[in-house]
């Protein structure tokens, strides 16, 4: 399946900006939409933004206008430029991949390991 490394988590003040990576690998298999969601303690894990492989994009309400999600194709890689950070975006932010074998048609959705972002107050 579709192996996913996350970087770029860490910690920073109310208003601070931060940028977070996802490169996904794997052979055989057509990347068709990547995205992030996190999840705060004790709380379920919630979708913050997705992409499509054809640039389409999707936010939750409370991250329009902060944060950009974007893709490089050729890199199979997303990235997620977080503005304007609020305490209420601490969470440990996952990146999700759906993808297609090539041969079979079989879908598959995979998460990577998670990376830790704190916003202070």
């Known amino acids: 399946q579709v192996q996913l490394v996350e970087s770029g988590g860490g910690c920073v003040q109310a208003g601070g900006s931060l940028r977070l990576s996802c490169a996904a690998s794997g052979l055989l298999y057509r990347i068709n939409a990547m995205g992030w969601y996190r999840q705060a303690p004790g709380k379920q894990r919630e979708l913050v933004a997705t992409?499509?492989?054809?640039?389409?994009?999707n936010y939750a309400d409370s991250v329009k206008g902060r944060l950009t999600i974007s893709g490089d194709n050729a890199k199979n890689t997303v990235y997620l430029q977080m503005n304007n950070l609020k305490p209420a975006d601490t969470g440990v932010y996952y990146c999700?991949?759906?993808?297609?074998?090539?041969?079979?048609?079989?879908?598959?959705?995979?998460w990577g390991q998670g990376t830790q972002v704190t916003v202070s107050s």
């Open positions: 992409i499509t492989s054809g640039g389409s994009t």
């Open positions: 999700n991949a759906d993808s297609a074998h090539i041969w079979s048609g079989r879908t598959f959705a995979s």
